[in-house]
Each structure stands twice: as C-alpha cells, then as structure tokens.
C-alpha cells in the first residue's frame, strides 16, 4: 500500500517524498479508521484525503465551508486529469443533478459540499444511490462550539455518518485547542479515531511585534529593509487599497486584494504576485486559502487579528520552504480600544438581533410559518440601504442568528459563469439560425475548454473576447444565442450573498438566542482577544506564547523573536561588541564579502553573538547584505 500511494503522489502531483505526517494519515485513513489530523497551515492538508481516495474505491465526500477554497480545489484536481465536483450555494438545480449523476455513475472521484447543502432532500436522496469511500471534514474546528469559527451547519455531519456506516472519516483543521480537538471527536461520533498531530512550531519564522502609532512609517520601514516577497494584512477593503498606493509611491512594487474584487482582479493580482511581479500583496483575510507560495519571506499583520488561530493561520504563510522568515504585528496602544470595539460590534443588542430577523422575513417575502428549507439571494447593501442600519452590525446579527439555527447567512461568493453543451458533438456540423459571430464564439469555446459535453465548467468570457478580438457585449449576447438555441446551457456570472431557512419563521420574539451563543461566544471572544494584547505587548519569548496556547510546550525559547534577541543583545556588553565588529571587518576587507554562515562559524565567540553584532550592524547600515551574503556598506 506504501507503494501504490507514492505512485499517486509522484503521477498526479510529481512528488517523491510526502510531508511530514501526511503518509501517517493517509495509511490511518487507508486502514479504515476515524482520523483526527492537526496540521499547521502549509502543511499539505489536501493531500491527507486526496491521495487515499484516489487508492480507494467509490467516491470520497469533501465538506468544506469555503466555497472560494472548494472551487480553487475542484479546478486543480480538473487540471491534473481527476474528476471532481462541488454542491454550493449559488448552483442551480440542474447543475447539481448533473453533478450528482457523475458521482453515481463512478465518473467522478470527489465530490465537494458546503454544510448547509447537507440537509437538503436532494442530497439525502442522492447520497443513497453513491458507492462512498470517503467522508472528510475540511476547517473541522467548525463543529466545536469552543472555535473561533463554529458553524451550526457543521453538526449536521454526525446525522450523516449514520447514513454511512463503516465509512472512515477524517477531520482536518490547522487550529486546534486539546479541548477543541475532543469536542471535534465527539460531535463526529468518532469510534476510536487516531488523533495525529504536527508540532505547531514553525522554527524558521521569527515573531516581531513593532510598537508605535504611525503604523505606514514602519510599514514601509521594514519592506524597505527586509528582501522578498511579502503579505500585508489589514481588516479593512478600502484600506488595502490605500496601503498599496502607499507603498507603490515609495518604489515597492504592491497591489491589492479583498472579497470585493472580480474573479478577474483576483486572478491576475494572484497571478502576477506569485510569479514575483509584483512583491507585495496586501490583503483582507479573504487572500490566503489555497495559496501555496512557499518564499515568502514576510507577513505583516497592521491590524491586530481578533484571536490566536487567525493569527497563526495568516503568520503562516510566510517560510513554507523552510528558509528564514518573520512574521510582524504592528501594535499601537489605540489598538486596544479597537479590539475591545469589535466585541461591541460582533454581538450587538439582542433586540437588534431579533429585529433584523423579522427585517429579512419581510425583505425576502416570507411571512410566519413560511420559508422552510427555502434559499434566497440576498443583497446585503440593499437590504442596509433600505432598513438604514450599520453593515457590521448587520453581519453580525446574521452571524449570530446563523449559531441560534434561526436562519443561515452565507457570504458572497464569486460564482464564475458556467457553461455545459446541450447539442451532441456531431449534431454542431450544421447549425440553424448562427451567424458568423455567433459560430466563432461557439468554436472558441471548445477550443478553450474540455469537459463541457460531460458538465458544467466554469469559463472567463474575457478570454473569448481577446482571443476572437471582440467586445464584451457581443460575446455575452452569443452566448445567450446559444443557449436560447438549446446548443448549450449558459450560466452568467453573478456575485450575491444567500440567506437559507433551516426552518420555518416564526415571530422575531420567539426566536431563542441560546447562552451558548451569545454570552459563552462573547466571552470567549473576550478572552482571545485579551491574549492577543497580552502576546503584543508580552516580554517573553512570541513564538513560546503561541505553543502554550495551542496545548505544545515548548522546552525552550525560540532565540529569534524580537523578544529573545532583545534579552540577548542586552548580554553582549561594549567591549565584546566592538572586539566582533572588528572582526568581521577584518574579515570583510580580506574577502570583500562572504556568507554570514561562514563568518558565524570562524569568528571565536558564541553564534548567537555573532549573528546580532552582524544584525546590528546590517540595521546601523554598517553592513549591507542580501539575507545569506555580507559586505562593509560602501560610502557615498
């Protein structure tokens, strides 16, 4: 069995050797137990199912709340010649039918789901007739009323695994507490489920909280100083943009990203950062899943993120290739006001909740009794414009009555425009009623993408544009021709959020908003938020902190933290810091440059030492270096 899963990993993803743990999860899952795996981010979780259900047979069920990072997901498996598909929010009937009776009939070997599709009469239905190998729960910390992140439509999960008896299951999260781990275990009914774990430990990134209230000096500050690729975080769409205007008019190549952004947008910045155009991305936390860059060198977080897990999640994506990399919290002491407001906005009044409860009932039509099992479009913008009520009060009022099971708010997603033919391939010869326009469109198309006889596959109408040099409207209004022909089904993109209705309304006075909802959550909130204030303003060793909140004690300090190499510049006294500087210029005037290994390593006091006397001296500009080679700083 060894054998046959590095088969896989070397045909599908070209890999000789898997990542640590992954080889222990995949031969648990292959073994047929329940499988617990705690995997730092970046550290390959995908792999852990996909390679055993492709070893296996029947089709593996994937439940992930993220519909960007299932679309992401299903389109790499396409690229790599294996069928996949997805039932989301958003998805016409026919387009799940379809999916469906690929994964029924054998074509496909995964088959991803949001959670609060799995309720749904169509999908029990159709989960009967599938031959299942697999059921695996993606962001598992979802099921846990103790995440940062619960989600009720996650215990849906445990009525499933009845319908699948004898089917492994395998749960995956980067972010988990011991005491969220056992509540992942007992909300999936795990039957003695092996729980394997990979050290939270990330020794190859330095943790450095910079203090000071002008937050853009120090930005630029330190890309300017610091070489590579980077992230910057912030909370805010509109402040992404103006963080990369910044940074472009001090020469550092940056651009943006947030949810807003077409799929286009999205694409080409993603695009155009990962293959080194452009250095910086800066970035609301919808950048992030899916990415798997592994030089970058920097992430800088300018708003303190609201707990530990988002901490550690956005931090970890810098150094996934082992080398040297720092992850910086810039701290001012407003942020702790800021903080403490975010608690007041994530649970506003109870009334409100209420109110905006009865509010959606009434903007969506639905009048007591009504709505059962039912899923709407909701325009979010409109639905504030017309109530005259504050955007993230409003979200958070759908949030949490989202965790009361009273409705469920499912952000807005891109849903990218679909395409499936309708006609056979050889009844195409000899269309009615095409022009030459339309005719052009059509033949692009399959040039341009394979699979649309089979299903539905997602298209960019502007690469039908630029190829056949046309406009938008005139490739829009051929593909609606198509359709209206029955030639082929067209699915135009469209971009809104969806509200669905697990039950039927009821009076907004009735509707329960449980302890566990709102005071226990608040509380919780509170206290994640307390430990991120207490990690920026701690004086002991940042990446010890980190561990002891993820259970992991740590048997020493990391020696890299702002913290630890402040304690240790503080014992070296002036003379043995002159007596290194000497020496390392000594050195330097008889080579020109050398690696700082090299000089670690010949000059005779301790490496630690050595190697801040040479940080020193790269800050004070007395050295210049390129991150593995040094060189006395040549005078103007």
């Given amino acids: 069995m060894r054998?046959?899963?590095?088969?896989?990993?070397?045909?599908?993803?070209?890999?000789?050797s898997f990542r640590p743990l992954q080889e222990d999860i995949i031969l648990s899952v292959l073994a047929g137990r329940d499988t617990l795996g705690l995997m730092a981010t970046g550290g390959g979780k995908s792999l852990t199912f996909q390679v055993p259900a492709l070893a296996m047979d029947g089709v593996c069920i994937v439940i992930t709340p993220l519909i960007a990072l299932m679309k992401d997901q299903v389109d790499n498996l396409r690229k790599r010649g294996i069928k996949a598909a997805m039932i989301a929010s958003g998805m016409t009937r026919r387009e799940r039918n379809v999916a469906f009776e690929n994964c029924i009939n054998g074509a496909y070997k995964f088959l991803y789901v949001s959670p609060e599709r799995l309720s749904t009469e169509m999908f029990q239905t159709r989960l009967r007739e599938m031959n299942v190998s697999l059921l695996v729960v993606d962001e598992a910390h979802c099921i846990s009323q103790w995440g940062y992140d619960f989600r009720p439509s996650y215990l849906r999960i445990a009525t499933l695994r009845e319908q699948l008896p004898g089917i492994p299951v395998l749960a995956l999260t980067a972010s988990a507490t011991r005491a969220v781990a056992d509540d992942i275990c007992n909300k999936l009914h795990m039957h003695?489920?092996?729980?394997?774990?990979?050290?939270?430990?990330?020794?190859?990134?330095?943790?450095?909280?910079?203090?000071?209230?002008?937050?853009?000096?120090?930005?630029?500050?330190?890309?300017?100083?610091?070489?590579?690729?980077?992230?910057?975080?912030?909370?805010?769409?509109?402040?992404?943009?103006?963080?990369?205007?910044?940074?472009?008019?001090?020469?550092?190549?940056?651009?943006?990203?947030?949810?807003?952004?077409s799929p286009e947008d999205k694409n080409d910045r993603q695009q155009r950062w990962t293959n080194g155009e452009i250095r910086v991305m800066v970035a609301t936390n919808a950048f992030g899943m899916g990415i798997d860059k592994p030089d970058v060198r920097i992430v800088i977080h300018v708003d303190t993120p609201n707990s530990p897990e988002e901490y550690y999640q956005e931090a970890?994506?810098?150094?996934?290739?082992?080398?040297?990399?720092?992850?910086?919290?810039?701290?001012a002491k407003s942020d702790r006001t800021t903080l403490h407001k975010r608690i007041s906005e994530s649970f506003p009044d109870k009334e409100f909740i209420r109110t905006t409860y009865e509010r959606v009932c009434n903007f969506l039509g639905f009048a007591i009794g009504e709505g059962a099992e039912q899923m709407r479009e909701f325009s979010l913008n409109q639905f504030c414009q017309t109530f005259n009520t504050q955007t993230i009060q409003t979200i958070s009022a759908l949030e949490i009555l989202t965790q009361a099971g009273a409705l469920e708010f499912i952000e807005e997603t891109d849903a990218l425009s679909r395409v499936m033919m309708e006609m056979r391939r050889d009844e195409l010869y000899n269309l009615p009623d095409v022009d030459d326009t339309t005719d052009r469109v059509l033949q692009c198309l399959l040039r341009s993408y394979t699979g649309l006889f089979a299903d539905y596959v997602m298209i960019h109408e502007e690469l039908l544009q630029n190829r056949l040099n046309l406009d938008a409207q005139t490739v829009y209004e051929a593909l609606l021709k198509l359709s209206r022909l029955r030639v082929l089904h067209y699915i135009p993109r469209k971009r809104t959020p969806f509200?669905?209705?697990?039950?039927?309304?009821?009076?907004?006075?009735?509707?329960?908003?449980?302890?566990?909802?709102?005071?226990?959550?608040?509380?919780?909130?509170?206290?994640?938020?307390?430990?991120m204030i207490r990690y920026a303003t701690a004086e002991s060793c940042r990446a010890s902190m980190l561990l002891r909140y993820f259970d992991e004690e740590s048997t020493s300090d990391c020696d890299t933290c702002d913290v630890c190499r402040a304690s240790r510049t503080q014992a070296l006294d002036k003379t043995r810091t002159d007596a290194i500087t000497s020496e390392v210029k000594r050195l330097l005037n008889k080579h020109n440059t050398l690696t700082i290994a090299h000089a670690v390593n010949t000059i005779h006091y301790p490496r630690t030492q050595v190697t801040e006397v040479i940080r020193r001296l790269i800050d004070e500009e007395i050295l210049t270096s390129n991150g593995i080679e040094i060189s006395l700083h040549e005078q103007p």
């Fill in 3 to 16: 054998q046959a899963i590095h088969d896989i990993l070397h045909r599908y993803w070209g890999y000789d």
């Fill in 192 to 261: 003695n489920p092996q729980r394997l774990r990979l050290s939270f430990a990330r020794p190859n990134i330095s943790y450095v909280v910079r203090k000071g209230e002008n937050k853009i000096q120090q930005l630029v500050h330190i890309l300017e100083r610091v070489p590579g690729c980077a992230i910057v975080y912030v909370r805010n769409r509109k402040r992404t943009k103006e963080i990369a205007t910044e940074l472009l008019l001090h020469n550092i190549a940056a651009t943006y990203y947030h949810a807003g952004l």
């Fill in 316 to 331: 970890g994506r810098a150094g996934r290739d082992g080398a040297r990399s720092y992850a910086v919290l810039l701290y």
């Fill in 499 to 531: 509200i669905y209705f697990p039950v039927r309304r009821v009076e907004g006075k009735y509707i329960v908003i449980p302890h566990s909802v709102y005071e226990e959550r608040k509380k919780r909130m509170q206290e994640r938020i307390e430990y």
